[in-house]
Nanobody, 124 residues
Framework: QVQLVESGGGLVQAGGSLRLSCAAS????????LGWFRQAPGKDREFVAA????????FYRSSLQGRFTISRDNAKNTVYLQMNDLKPEDTAVYYC?????????????????WGQGTQVTVSS
């Protein structure tokens, strides 16, 4: 069993930056694919970014590439999401997730473990 705890969310003005962290406990997730998703009020949860355990490949929602960066520190069992030039439409609850089976990285169904989420609010 893997437990995930996100932190780093908050209120920021448009154009600002935030760094989200997701710490895992329970077991090492060095062999898991890791992802970030977000869910705005009234909308479906959507893919933000992912990183594969093997080779460190990273993937991004196309509209976010260039502003968001995912990284991981397997020694610390932590995955990060650096978010720059934030916009009001980035406002959402952000979730990290872990996939032990190397499934489709952008699909919520591939991820077996989820954190509780952290709120990000971007004011205009």
């Amino acid at each position: 069993q893997v437990q995930l705890v996100e932190s780093g969310g908050g209120l920021v003005q448009a154009g600002g930056s935030l760094r989200l962290s997701c710490a895992a406990s329970g077991r090492s997730f060095s062999s898991y694919n890791l992802g970030w998703f977000r869910q705005a009020p009234g909308k479906d949860r959507e893919f933000v970014a992912a990183t594969r355990w093997s080779g460190g490949s990273t993937f991004y929602r196309s509209s976010l590439q260039g502003r968001f960066t995912i990284s991981r520190d397997n020694a610390k069992n932590t995955v990060y999401l650096q978010m720059n030039d934030l916009k009001p439409e980035d406002t959402a609850v952000y979730y990290c997730a872990a996939d032990p089976n190397s499934g489709v990285y952008y699909s919520t169904g591939a991820y077996a473990y989820w954190g509780q989420g952290t709120q990000v609010t971007v004011s205009s």
